[in-house]
């Protein structure tokens, strides 16, 4: 069993990304920009439906509330093109410099069906965990409150964690299985992503965190400090969660096209900063010796 250098991974994406931004931005900035509309009109699209939701004029099945699911499928297919991209350019298989990027074949199928299928295991899953928690709670509902509330508790914090824990085995080099292997990936990444759960976590937190925060410090300046609902009552229905989430997008909407342009400079880092390190696992746990990725 192989074990991944933590270190040297995450010394290994930075200077892919530094080195090579020219040859990132140019495979990531079609599917970037598609992305970003995308999700521009899914983000307007969701906030008329919450409203409708908020004052019964739309049902969870009416078609309009749907409307953000198409949307959401295009988004997740161009992140599996930029994951192909990137992917092929770490490990040497495509070489040289990139202008512009845009592919429909089959790798990026796979990999947007390996993505719809973690989607779908984790949807899964979290029905799972609430249908468990509420049986806990409802077993216990003879005993003390706070006993009865601890346990469910418990039992969600696990089961979240086994949740992450079956996500990030399946799905880390999920990218890497599809373009080197041509398999659905999966299973792949499951077989050699074993005994390296947290290794992988290390090298998560190191490459995604720093940038997570300078995209949260950026959103927070140009929202600034946003009002808060005068009404502090936290509402158990459908329609009253709506209604304040319907508010506080209303409150960001005068912001979006900032947010968006934040977005759009920061995406090819955030890109490459995930895929990247991905691949060079996938080399290690391979059996296949690293290489300085700047160079391949």
Known sequence: MNKLPVGQVIREAYVFTFTEIGTVIGLTWIPTVINTVASYFMFRAYVVTLEGLGTGATTPADSQAILPLPLAILCLFMVGM?????TRQVLGIRKGPAFAHFALGGEEFRAFAGFVGVYLMTLLFVLLLMVVVGSVAVMMGGAAGSAAGGIAGLAGIVGVFLMIYAVVR???LLVPSVVVDGQFGLTRSWQLTKGNFWRIVAILLATLMPLALISDVASALVIGS???AADA??????AGVARIWADQLH????????????SLVLAPLGYSLLFTPAALAYRILAGKAIIQAHDG
């Open 233 to 238: 009552t936290q509402p158990t229905d459908l």
């Open 170 to 172: 399946l799905g880390y």
């Open 82 to 86: 930029v994951g192909v991209a990137l």
């Open 251 to 262: 409150e960001t909407m005068p912001h979006l096209p900032a947010l968006m342009g934040v």
């Open 226 to 228: 946003l009002p808060t």
